[in-house]
């Protein structure tokens, strides 16, 4: 298969890369924003960062779920701060207090008749960002006209991992990565089937390429190991270590959901006894954090942060300019892929470097020529176009 659409080089370097993404890809991208049970009351909100977009999710006094652009419509002063809270009944600027509803509407401006008498507020409400939820799972878009029924159909039949909201699962505490590289480095690490059985030898312990399988689910891709004819949605080695011991709602059976990459940055990655969701926010060309939401079992309900390679309790920022070993010697997989894609992240922007050859089969490297037409048709670059 030809590789003569890939990206270049510079896509996972430049600034004029990084500014088109910002200006296409996630002006009208899908992103994790939380679960229902992260807005019980009236108020509740988080902020969601997609690109250079940063979006709330607001439950209001209905009980429905709203999503807007964090930005005042009067001067585009940021309206919330904190990563999430409680805005009480409305939602004000702290720039000239003007008032918002918990469903958008402009609903108060001071000094009203002497500074905007033709004021017409119901054409300055908030700007709204489309929302949409799935298995408890919530999602937003800055494009307010985005069909999530689209997005999120391709993946809405598939087998899916864990029913975390009606088990004994619990969310643990959150995990924030600062990563040296460029977002796509990273989400390609993680749909390479080619270096399970390599990289992670000592951690996961494969698959080898030929027991790889991902399907295509739109631009949405899933993955199972296939071994004996059999698919499992664990690798190996970890079936092997955890047994029967702890493990929930038959997780461990064959055949029972797999590892969902949710176009453009979502991972969904289960384990044996709960699940991840990571969020890949590019913050530069060289730059990206991971959010990481985690459910897990009853005996890792305590934080453990403290044990993750590389964690900063001071900030809580998880780096690996804090690790105190060689990455293959934490017996981390997920420290092996930040140690191997802050390497290659070095090795794109050198003088005279140019891509090699992508491995041929579907469990291999395959699905990132996948991920390459994605991102080019959704960022309207010519096919032709030599990047």
Not at 234 to 256: C, D, F, M, N, Q
Not at 282 to 311: C, H, M, N, S
Request: proline fraction near 6%; include cysteine.
């Amino acid at each position: 298969m030809t590789d003569a659409f890939r990206l270049q080089p510079d896509a996972y370097f430049s600034d004029d890369w990084f500014r088109l993404e910002q200006q296409t890809l996630f002006r009208d991208a899908w992103s994790f924003a939380g679960t229902v049970a992260d807005f019980a009351e009236p108020g509740d909100y988080r902020l969601v960062h997609i690109g250079a977009a940063t979006l709330f999710v607001i439950r209001d006094k209905t009980g429905s779920l709203n999503a807007f652009h964090n930005f005042c419509r009067h001067r585009g002063a940021t309206l919330l701060d904190a990563a999430e809270g409680n805005t009480g009944g409305a939602i004000v600027c702290p720039y000239h207090r003007w008032t918002y509803g918990l469903g958008g509407e402009l609903r108060g401006v001071p000094d009203r008749q002497s500074c905007f008498a033709d004021l017409d507020r119901a054409s300055l409400a908030l700007k709204p960002a489309a929302i949409g939820v799935f298995k408890e799972f919530v999602f937003v878009n800055p494009n307010a006209q985005a069909r999530f029924d689209d997005w999120i159909a391709p993946v809405r039949d598939q087998v899916w991992p864990h029913d975390i909201f009606a088990s004994d699962v619990k969310e643990a505490a959150p995990l924030v990565y600062d990563v040296k590289c460029n977002w796509k480095v990273f989400a390609e690490n993680a749909i390479d089937g080619y270096h399970l059985a390599y990289l992670h030898e000592h951690t996961l312990g494969g698959p080898t390429p030929d027991k790889n399988v991902w399907e295509n689910a739109g631009d949405h891709m899933i993955w199972f190991a296939n071994e004996d004819g059999v698919r499992h949605r664990l690798p190996k080695k970890i079936r092997e270590e955890t047994g029967s011991t702890g493990v929930i709602s038959s997780a461990s059976e064959p055949g029972y959901g797999g590892v969902f990459f949710l176009f453009p940055a979502t991972l969904i990655v289960p384990t044996p006894y709960g699940l991840s969701v990571t969020s890949l926010r590019p913050l530069a060309p060289g730059r990206t954090q991971l959010d990481v939401r985690q459910w897990v079992g009853p005996w890792q309900w305590t934080d453990e942060r403290k044990y993750i390679p590389g964690f900063d309790k001071k900030t809580g920022i998880i780096s690996s300019d804090n690790w105190t070993k060689p990455a293959l010697e934490t017996g981390d997989f997920q420290t092996e892929d930040i140690w191997i894609c802050e390497k290659v992240q070095r090795g794109l922007s050198m003088p005279g470097f140019n891509f090699g050859p992508l491995s041929e089969g579907p469990g291999a490297e395959d699905p990132i020529r996948w991920f390459h037409e994605s991102l080019r048709r959704q960022m309207n670059l010519d096919r032709k176009e030599a990047l």
